[in-house]
């Protein structure tokens, strides 16, 4: 077969048709790119973090902050609650937006606090913002006979952490009048982030 | 890293073989139904409404149901491309056309389908065993072969003329 010896109508309708293939493939193939470009999650690295405070490594504790390879969890050791005073801790850690933009934060309970609550009367976390209105409370309380926690988290903050910004997360601590020295309680929150 | 194929790359392929179909059969229909070009490229269309709702409904349907209904979109394209292949051999004796069209469209379609499905499975953590690896390389040269002779008689009528004397 010679295509130069193809009739003219011939070679219109394979002119059309090579012209639909062609926008065929094309969007078929261009449909399928982005069906991998929805299905590809990109590994990175979170922008919002916590540092290290001023108060790590000190008071009667003494207070021990340890961070995680990516400082996204912070466990905090060494907190102390005195009989019938309040104890604040204002600077152990910070979080820190690295971030180019400001993102909204919330304070949200993980894990409640079960044991000992004849022996304290309240551990309170606060998201210290710089804005008054952007100050978050989650505050664990004891009657003497059970714990009450937060039911659910904290409202997201409005101005949010700003690019470069940093809040402290301050912890308050009381004991009842009564505890028992050496008793414990272990409480776990989430700091998060949108 | 290596990405990964998606069930959708074998309707991309059945689709390619679906236009590659249109296009030969409009070159050769003094030989074919003349409607045959046009209802390849609508085939091809179909495929692109394959993926066009595996796209929509990406979440909903799950690999297993997606890999399927591609594959089977594939499975319809190959034998279209067979049933072509037979049309030329058996029912209209073109034992030239059906020869070019064994080596050149019907046996490389089969086996890049074939590597397609393999590095999918491969990919998808299926082992691919060696027995089956031999059984598939065995099968590919018997079918090649067979196909050739088939559409060749005068080679075995020649072979067996040189037998007799």
């Known amino acids: 077969m010679n295509l130069k010896n193809l009739p003219a109508k011939k070679t219109m309708k394979l002119l059309a048709l090579l012209l639909t293939s062609l926008l065929i493939a094309s969007v078929s193939a261009f449909t399928y790119y982005s069906l991998t470009i929805s299905s590809t999650i990109t590994v990175y690295a979170a922008n919002v973090y916590f540092i290290e405070g001023t108060d790590n490594n000190t008071g009667p504790g003494p207070v021990i902050l340890t961070l995680d390879s ?125 | 890293m290596a990405s990964a194929l998606l069930p959708e790359f074998f309707a991309l392929l059945g689709i390619d ?47 297993y149901m997606r890999f399927w209904y591609c594959f089977i979109y594939l499975l319809v394209s190959l034998a279209n491309i067979v049933a072509v292949n037979v049309y030329f ?32 499975g491969f990919l998808q953590g299926m082992s691919f065993p060696l027995f089956l690896q031999i059984a598939l390389v065995l099968s590919a040269i018997i079918m090649g072969t067979s196909i050739a002779i088939f559409l060749s008689p005068e080679v075995l009528r020649n072979r067996s003329g040189r037998k007799r004397r």
């Not at chain 1, 104890?87 to 993980?110: E, F, I, W």
């Not at chain 1, 609550?117 to 209105?133: I, Q, R, S």
């Not at chain 1, 409202?155 to 009564?178: D, E």
């Not at chain 2, 029912?91 to 019907?106: E, L, M, P, R, Y």
């Open chain 2, 89 to 120: 051999g058996v029912v209209n004796k073109q034992w030239t056309i059906a020869k070019f069209w064994s080596g050149a469209v019907t046996f490389p379609s089969i086996l890049i389908s074939i590597f397609f499905v393999a590095n999918y």
């Open chain 1, 70 to 194: 990516t400082n996204t969890t912070a466990t905090i050791t060494g907190l102390v609650a005195y009989k019938n005073a309040s104890l604040t801790y204002t600077n152990v850690t910070l979080v820190y937006n690295n971030g180019g933009s400001a993102s909204q934060l919330r304070l949200a309970p993980y894990t409640d606090p079960s044991t000992n609550p004849e022996d304290f009367v309240y551990v309170k976390f606060l998201l210290n913002a710089t804005t008054a209105g952007d100050r978050r409370w989650l505050n664990y309380t004891s009657d003497g006979s059970s714990w009450t926690s937060p039911g659910s988290a904290t409202s997201w903050t409005t101005t949010g952490l700003g690019a470069s910004a940093m809040w402290p997360v301050v912890i308050m601590t009381k004991a009842n009048a009564t505890a028992t020295a050496s008793q414990t309680v272990d409480i776990a929150i989430t700091v998060d982030v949108q």
């Open chain 2, 17 to 63: 073989l679906f236009l590659m179909l249109s296009l030969l059969t409009c070159l050769l229909d003094d030989r074919m139904p003349k409607a045959l070009p046009y209802i390849y490229q609508m085939a091809a269309l179909a495929g692109f409404g394959h993926i066009l709702v595996s796209k929509n409904f990406f979440t909903v349907f799950g690999d």
